[in-house]
């Protein structure tokens, strides 16, 4: 409590506090101030393969191996060498760790606990229920880790497999309507896991031959391998099965575009789950969780929730270049100099896709909208 002067006005001693607090605030901005350059030191270090860095694995080597093919928020499920499923829990060895859908682990059997009520009884055939068997107690390096931006500061990346070879981008020709701008975050993502990169139109079925979505023509010349099919009809199928032999392939696409539809026509024993359209024509999140898919004709698939849209926050800029291949270097190096609705712009850079400027300016400011947490590994 701040004790005034006998005989100071009352409207001195706020002038003295206010002149106190404004210094105080002062003193307290440079502190922010400084604390913000330390943190943008860290960004400037940002490391995107700080995520694949995982504690070492060499002191449980002795240790079986498996694939973590599905997370739950309490377990995991995993599948041995022997493709027998198995539920475990997380060592707290792993704390801090977040693991994902295709992680290699090694773990170690546990005593089952007969009668926790948080689970139930017995494991089916799917590997629902049954309580935890076994104990995940390291993981193995990932050999790519796809993934996107976080939603908040909180979490700085949504990770969506690991030790995938392909991504594989369905997109309907009806029904749910391809948003702006999918294809080529989707790009974005797996030039940055290394993956290579596909588009698979589905529900061929439901238009005529010649209608075809209008985003694709983009990709198709930049030589974007693009494959039509319909699950419904089993057209198109058969060649990606010949393209999954020995591949993990991970399907990413918007809610109903048919991805569990297209697994169950390639690998009928999966039987997943498959669910209508809203009356909006959009899906209806049938899937909620990733999951990994060996084939018994060679290859997995893995099955995704489908996405509203991919934040592109915090990835590198230098991956721009490749999805638009289109715009000269000078471009590339500030994209948002430029005025997309400014005709002559357009007509100068003779684009053939002009509101595709304004699809990489986007793109563009959203991955320096950096998350202060992206660089810390977790
Ligand atoms: N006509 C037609 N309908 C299809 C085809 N493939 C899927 N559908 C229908 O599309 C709807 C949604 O299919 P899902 O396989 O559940 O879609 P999803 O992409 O897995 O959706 P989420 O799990 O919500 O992400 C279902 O009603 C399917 O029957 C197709 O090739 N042709
Ligand atoms: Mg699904």
């Given at each position: ?7 100071q ?22 502190r ?41 928020s ?34 170690s ?15 089916n ?69 290394g ?91 049938t ?7 060996p ?30 291949p ?31 400027l ?21």
């Amino acid at each position: 409590m701040k004790k005034y002067r006998l005989g100071q006005s009352r409207e001195a001693q706020d002038l003295d506090h206010r002149e106190a607090y404004t210094r105080e605030r002062s003193g307290e901005s440079k502190r922010r101030q400084r604390h913000a350059e330390r943190l943008e030191t860290g960004i400037e270090a940002h490391d995107p393969l700080a995520l694949l860095r995982l504690p070492d694995p060499a002191p449980w080597m002795h240790l079986p191996e498996a694939t973590l093919i599905q997370r739950h928020s309490q377990w995991v499920d995993l599948e041995l060498a022997d493709r027998t499923l198995l539920r475990a829990t997380l060592s707290g060895k792993l704390k801090g760790v977040r693991l994902v859908c295709g992680d290699k682990v090694r773990y170690s059997v546990v005593p089952v606990e007969p009668d926790d009520p948080r689970f139930p009884a017995s494991v089916n055939t799917r590997g629902e229920g049954g309580s935890p068997e076994a104990q995940v107690v390291a993981v193995m390096p990932r050999t790519s880790l796809l993934k996107r931006g976080g939603g908040d500061d909180r979490e700085p990346w949504q990770l969506i497999c690991a030790n995938a070879d392909e991504l594989w981008v369905c997109a309907a020709v009806v029904d749910p309507p391809l948003r702006p701008g999918l294809l080529e975050r989707a790009q974005v993502l797996a030039l940055d896991a290394g993956l290579s990169f596909r588009v698979l139109v589905t529900k061929r079925d439901r238009a005529s031959r010649k209608d075809t979505l209008p985003e694709l023509d983009p990709l198709r010349e930049q030589g974007v391998a693009i494959h039509e099919t319909s699950a419904l009809k089993g057209e198109g199928i058969e060649p990606l099965r010949d393209l999954l032999k020995d591949r993990v392939v991970v399907l990413l696409g918007h809610s109903g575009v048919g991805k569990s539809t297209l697994v169950n026509v390639l690998h009928p024993e999966a039987a997943l789950k498959t669910g209508g359209l809203t009356r909006f024509g959009t899906g209806k999140q049938t899937t909620t969780a990733a999951r990994w898919l060996p084939l018994a004709t060679g290859g997995t698939l893995v099955d995704t929730p489908g996405i509203r849209s991919l934040s592109v926050r915090g990835f590198d800029r230098a991956l721009l270049g490749q999805v638009f291949p289109e715009f000269p270097a000078e471009v590339m190096e500030d994209p948002t100099a430029l005025d997309a609705e400014d005709e002559d712009t357009l007509d100068r850079l003779e684009l053939a896709y002009p509101e595709r400027l304004q699809s990489l300016q986007r793109l563009w400011l959203e991955m320096e909208d950096r998350n202060p947490n992206q660089n810390v590994w977790r």
